[in-house]
């Protein structure tokens, strides 16, 4: 099991044409924090499983009605050929402090441009 530092609000992927996104599970860990574990499969590998973790996260900060969201952590495992992410963030109707922060409304613009799914 790995650990990924955040990536940039704007980083965008070009998910491979076989990528088969298995589900996302949104896990309320206390107040703001929140864990999103999604699986991914096909031809799609560490960086997509990421980037959906993120999607996800993104379109639930704005579901709850707030703006943003701070990237805690993300941990991935790969078995059988299938990649699972672990996403952690905390959301927020304000920016909230550290380098991490994604504006949800961003992203979830980015997602739709690649066609990977939100929660």
Same mark, same amino acid.
Do not use: K
């Given at each position: 099991?790995?650990? %990924?530092? #955040?990536?940039?609000?704007?980083?965008?992927?070009?998910?491979?044409?076989?990528?088969?996104?298995?589900?996302?599970?949104?896990?309320?860990?206390?107040?703001?924090?929140? +864990?999103?574990?999604? &699986?991914?499969?096909?031809?799609?590998?560490?960086?997509?499983? $990421?980037?959906?973790?993120?999607?996800?996260?993104? &379109?639930?900060?704005? $579901?709850?009605?707030?703006?943003?969201?701070?990237?805690?952590?993300? +941990?991935?495992? &790969?078995? #059988?050929? $299938?990649?699972?992410?672990?996403?952690?963030?905390?959301? +927020?109707?304000?920016?909230?402090?550290?380098?991490?922060?994604?504006?949800?409304?961003? %992203?979830?613009?980015?997602?739709?441009? &690649?066609? $990977?799914?939100?929660?």
């Amino acid at each position: 099991m790995g650990c %990924v530092a #955040g990536q940039g609000a704007r980083d965008t992927l070009d998910p491979p044409a076989r990528t088969q996104y298995l589900g996302a599970d949104t896990r309320l860990l206390d107040g703001d924090l929140v +864990s999103f574990l999604v &699986q991914i499969a096909g031809e799609a590998g560490q960086a997509e499983a $990421i980037a959906y973790a993120r999607c996800a996260a993104a &379109q639930y900060t704005l $579901i709850r009605g707030y703006n943003f969201a701070r990237h805690v952590r993300t +941990s991935t495992t &790969q078995r #059988g050929g $299938i990649w699972e992410a672990d996403g952690v963030y905390t959301i +927020s109707p304000d920016l909230p402090r550290g380098t991490r922060t994604i504006d949800a409304e961003v %992203v979830v613009d980015d997602c739709n441009a &690649q066609n $990977i799914p939100t929660v």
